[in-house]
Structures are given as structure tokens and as C-alpha cells.
């Protein structure tokens, strides 16, 4: 079937992930219809669809169904359902702060496994049984788990798990980005609000751990890489009828300290990012990067811009949008 009839929900549209991979699938011609609660978007009253999706609309030349809806209620969903034949569904709708996670763990269990379990009912009742998913946390090995059992109890179901390394940067257009809501949690936006003047100064997290600059070590990712390891995923599963659960690690292979990223960022941007070093932040390991071999080797997927690109469209995003999708 061709990829213009082949229709694609995306929960979670309106997030980070979300939006830079209904972009890309778009561009692959897809049928996308993007469902989201508007938790970490945002949507001028004027507009019935949140800024994000707008402007995709406006880089594509193509329309997005739009519809505002919890995936933690189940009739809501039904509806969704009942209204449009999906061929496939792409799982985004999650909370995903580890801070704000040992606040509000019940939230993060209701929306993460409750809202992925309402999700997977309904897809089994209208037999739509081609899934590519990534839940946050703790929450992501319960739904793994989950969805292997899912897997094993009918062969119908073709579910690709993708573990995601640290995605950052944005659209090259620089028209769609990260827009985290207050301050933000990661390093990337952080280093970004400090560059057009947001925030004062960068606190990087401990310059003791194990690495060779003794800053934490991470595989960043550039955001339409990630995007478009989710679309390759989608086709993997399309192409070859593909059934059962599959995980891919999706990542560069390489690492690189927060002091390098800050380097790399003030090359790329010509601005100064002041910094201080603080004590170590609760939770942290010392280093972390991927072996994305697999997803090489199976979905034909691999990243391909390096730590430069990321930060210049980081800087191209925040220097277009200093307040984010708030005009
Ligand atoms: N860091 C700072 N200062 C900051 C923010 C981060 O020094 O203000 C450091 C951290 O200590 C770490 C590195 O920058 O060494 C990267 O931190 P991020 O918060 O950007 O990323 P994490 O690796 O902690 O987080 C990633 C994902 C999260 C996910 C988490 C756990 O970005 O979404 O892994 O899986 F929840």
C-alpha cells in the first residue's frame, strides 16, 4: 500500500519528539491524524490546533486531523477509534520528567502505564496491532514488559520499541523546537535559554565523575535523526509484515561531556555560556551512549548529524523563538 493511504496516529503529536516526526512523515507522505492533551504544548485560544502543528502544516503544505484528547480516557479514545482506520499508531503521549516523577509518581504511573494500557485495548479491539512506542522512567520497562506479553499472547501484534539517548536540537528551518515548559530539566534547552539572555548562568551538575573531563558523558541525538528512526521503524514494519517485539536503541554511538557540548554550542553560536559548577544532581550516572548497530543493520536507520548541527539549530530555534511557540 502506498504511504498516502496509509494512516498513522500519533499520540503526543504536540511534544518535542512528536512534532519533528510528524513532520518527517509527512514528508514521507503519510496520513497523520495527532492526538494530545496539550500538557507541554501550546495553542493560541484563536486556533482550534496547537502552534506546533500549524507550522507544520505551513513547512509541509499538508493538513494534520488535529483532535484534543486525554489517552487516559478510554472513550474518548473508543471514538477516535471508531471515527478513523488506523494502519499504524506511534505512542508519544507520556510524562517524562525524573524530577517531577518522584513528586507525582501516581500521575506518572496513570498517564504512563494506565494511558498506554487504555491505548493498547483500544488498538486490540479495533485490531490495529502495528505499534512503535517510547514511554518514559521507571514506567518504560512495566510498558516493555507489558507489550512483550501483549506480543506473546497473539502473533498479530508488530510492536518496535525505541530507546531514545538524549535527543536535542530541532527542525533546520528552525520553525518547530523544544519548548519546555518553566525551567528546563535537560541540558541542551537550558544552555539554549542562557544564550539569548533567558537565564543567567548554567550549573553543571558535578566535574567529578569518572569521565575524562569529569563532567557527565551523554549520546546526544539530533531530533530529525530521531524522527526519522521512527518513520524508518514504520516502514520496517509495513515493508517486511513484520510481527512480534522488537527493540532498537536509537543513539550516534557517541559521547560527548557537558563541557564539550557547551564548547560546541558557543562555536556554533558565537555567544559566551557562562557556567558554575554545583554539586551533582540526584539520579545522574557518569556516562551513557548507544550501540545503535541493530537499527542499522535492520531498519537501514543511522544518525546522521553530529554534535555541531544540534547546537546550531538548537541556536537557530531559540534565537527564532526566544519565548518558544508564544509569539
Ligand atoms: N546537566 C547539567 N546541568 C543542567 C542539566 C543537565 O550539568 O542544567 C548535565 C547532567 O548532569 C548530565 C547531562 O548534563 O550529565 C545531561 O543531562 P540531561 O538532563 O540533559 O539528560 P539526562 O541524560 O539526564 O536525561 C535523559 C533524557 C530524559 C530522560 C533521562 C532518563 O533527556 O528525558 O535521560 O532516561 F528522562
Not at 514521507?28 to 491524524?33: C, G, I, R, T
Request: proline share 3%.
Amino acid at each position: 500500500m502506498a504511504n498516502k493511504s496509509w494512516k498513522v496516529l500519533v499520540t503526543g503529536g504536540a511534544g518535542y519528539i512528536g512534532s519533528h516526526t510528524v513532520l518527517e512523515l509527512l514528508q514521507a507522505d503519510f496520513e497523520v491524524v495527532v492526538i494530545d492533551n496539550l500538557s507541554n504544548a501550546y495553542k493560541d485560544d484563536n486556533n482550534i490546533k496547537p502552534e506546533c502543528i500549524l507550522r507544520i502544516e505551513k513547512l509541509t503544505n499538508k493538513k494534520i486531523v488535529f483532535i484534543q484528547c486525554d489517552i487516559t480516557n478510554l472513550n474518548e479514545l473508543r471514538d477516535i477509534f471508531k471515527k478513523h482506520k488506523f494502519h499504524s499508531v506511534i505512542h508519544f503521549a507520556a510524562l517524562k520528567a525524573v524530577g517531577e516523577s518522584c513528586e507525582k509518581p501516581l500521575e506518572y504511573y496513570k498517564t504512563n502505564v494506565c494511558g498506554t494500557l487504555n491505548l493498547l485495548k483500544v488498538m486490540r479491539d479495533f485490531n490495529v496491532k502495528c505499534n512503535c512506542t517510547n514511554p518514559y522512567g521507571k514506567t518504560k520497562y512495566m510498558v516493555e514488559e507489558i507489550l512483550k506479553d501483549l506480543c506473546t499472547s497473539n502473533q498479530e501484534w508488530s510492536v518496535i520499541s525505541l530507546r531514545y539517548f538524549n535527543p536535542v536540537g530541532a527542525h533546520s528551518s528552525g520553525q518547530i523546537g523544544e519548548d519546555p515548559n518553566g525551567v528546563p530539566n535537560n541540558l541542551m534547552p537550558y544552555i539554549a535559554q542562557v544564550s539569548v539572555g533567558k537565564r543567567e548562568i548554567l550549573y553543571i551538575y558535578g566535574n567529578d565523575y569518572d569521565t575524562p573531563d569529569g563532567t557527565g558523558v551523554r549520546d546526544y541525538i539530533h531530533i530529525t535523526d530521531l524522527a526519522m528512526g521512527h518513520v524508518k521503524a514504520m516502514i520496517y514494519q509495513k515493508i517486511h509484515n513484520s510481527t512480534g517485539f522488537k527493540v532498537f536503541n536509537l543513539g550516534t554511538g557517541k559521547g560527548y561531556s557537558v563541557l564539550e557540548v557547551i564548547q560546541a554550542f558557543e562555536k556554533a553560536s558565537g555567544q559566551k555560556i557562562p557556567y558554575k559548577i554545583v554539586e551533582r544532581r540526584a539520579g545522574d550516572i557518569s556516562a551513557s551512549y548507544a550501540d545503535a548497530s541493530l537499527a542499522n543493520k535492520e531498519l537501514g536507520w543511522q544518525a546522521t548529524k553530529n554534535i555541531g548541527d544540534m547546537c546550531l539549530d538548537t541556536w537557530k530555534w531559540q534565537q527564532n523563538n526566544p519565548n518558544g511557540y508564544k509569539r
